[in-house]
């Protein structure tokens, strides 16, 4: 078929059909949102317009994004944002894709009225914890930190776009110049020898996987945290500690935190809150 003829309802049927084939379960929805990206429209329009033909520019963009996620780019870096607690966050691949599952974060501030204090969102990536927190508790005083600056460029823009007023810090893991009274941290967990799909190629790894048992992070989290007192006697340890990892991992993250003196609160899903026992 010429370029020149080619409808949005072929090129639809036609990319979903080759994305089938690489094993993308989500081969129709991801060719409609590429459609509704290129061609600047809503999800209305674009299926009541199915028999408009595409020209050759659009197509050629088409294409080239389509040939992206046949190597299994990831859609949301094609489209470059993607949707967190009914919010749209923009990002690249110098940070990870929000997953539906980090929004238990949130949904345990709410359950158990986390919603004042000093909150740090550690390894914040493009921002979406501390920010969606800040929107949802605004009188939350909340900070976003990262070691990789690329991130915290990532999670600046989106605190822009969304108007949500955070700090932020380039640090590894806990900032240990100010007092915290809650920590977000979804910390890198997956073990290296992890069989996953091949869209996580395209994550920035270090934020993703760890050598061993994927708890080493968190473990280096807990040392600091334990320290606390001792090295920086005027910073007082967190009260609250919301953590994100492995249903198989949550026994023994459960253990770390019961040695620096946590106690499990609560959990949903992948994510864990503790609180310090000696906290009144």
């Known amino acids: 078929m010429k370029q020149e003829n080619t409808t949005l309802k072929s090129w639809l049927t036609g990319s979903t059909e080759k994305l089938n084939k690489t094993g993308v379960k989500s081969s129709r929805l991801d060719c409609l949102l590429l459609l509704e990206k290129v061609l600047c429209i809503n999800r209305a329009s674009l299926l009541a317009h199915l028999d408009d033909p ?23 870096y094609l489209l470059g944002h993607k949707e967190f607690y009914n919010r749209q966050f923009v990002l690249n691949s110098d940070v990870l894709i929000p997953r539906p599952e980090s929004e238990s974060f949130i949904e345990l501030l709410k359950k158990h009225g986390l919603s004042t ?30 070691i990789s600056a690329e991130a915290l460029k990532v999670a600046r823009n989106n605190a822009e ?20 009274g809650i920590i977000l941290a979804n910390l890198p967990y997956v073990p290296s020898d992890m ?22 992070l968190y473990r280096g989290l807990a040392n600091q945290i334990s320290g606390l007192n001792t090295s920086s006697p005027k910073i007082a340890k967190p009260t609250f500690i919301l953590t994100e990892s492995l249903l198989s991992q949550h026994a023994e993250l459960n253990k770390i935190m019961e040695e620096i003196g946590y106690s499990l609160m609560g959990s949903d899903h992948l994510v864990q809150l503790f609180r310090q026992r000696t906290a009144t």
């Open 54 to 76: 595409l020209n050759k520019k659009q197509l050629t963009k088409l294409n080239e994004l389509l040939d992206s996620r046949l190597n299994r780019q990831p859609i949301a």
């Open 195 to 216: 069989k996953v799909e091949k869209e996580l190629d395209y994550e920035p790894r270090t934020a993703l996987f760890v050598d061993g048992d994927g708890l080493d």
């Open 161 to 180: 776009q969304l108007n949500a007023e955070v700090s932020f810090k380039q640090t590894n893991l806990l900032d240990t110049t100010n007092s915290y």
């Open 117 to 146: 204090g000093n909150l740090l969102d550690i390894g914040t990536g493009s921002g979406i914890l501390g920010i969606s927190a800040k929107l949802e508790h605004p009188n939350l005083n909340v900070t976003l930190s990262d």
